[in-house]
């Protein structure tokens, strides 16, 4: 049984930082791209920051420069440290798991974070 658990969410002030993480378990880790999403109130899910299966990266550009996403293969465990956190990053964060070589792919169950005063 494949699961995608996340870790990390919460309520921070404008400014601070958070780190999320996803172990994941039932897969072949090291054959899966793993992504970060989220989805806002009212507003579709959107891709923050991918890491591919072979260590690149990518970003949302509303993310560039303060999000830094990794992964730790023999934790099968993918992380999102966010700092300089904006009320805009206020969302429900979902990880994501892509398998390389076919179509499946796997959802966590979410974790909400909150950027308020």
Avoid at 75 to 84: A, F, G, P
Avoid at 89 to 94: C, E, L, S, W
Avoid at 100 to 114: E, H, L
Wanted: aromatic share 12%; proline share 3%; hydrophobic share 30%.
């Amino acid at each position: 049984q494949v699961q995608l658990v996340e870790s990390g969410g919460g309520v921070v002030q404008p400014g601070g930082s958070l780190r999320l993480s996803c172990a994941a378990s039932g897969i072949r880790f090291s054959a899966y791209h793993m992504g970060w999403y989220r989805q806002a109130p009212g507003k579709q899910r959107e891709l923050v920051a991918v890491a591919t299966n072979s260590g690149s990266t990518n970003y949302a550009d509303s993310v560039k420069g303060r999000f830094t996403i990794s992964r730790d293969n023999a934790k099968s465990t993918v992380y999102l440290q966010m700092n300089s956190l904006k009320p805009e990053d206020t969302a429900v964060y979902y990880c994501n798991a892509d398998y390389v070589f076919g179509r499946s792919d796997y959802w966590g169950q979410g974790t909400q974070v909150t950027v308020s005063l």
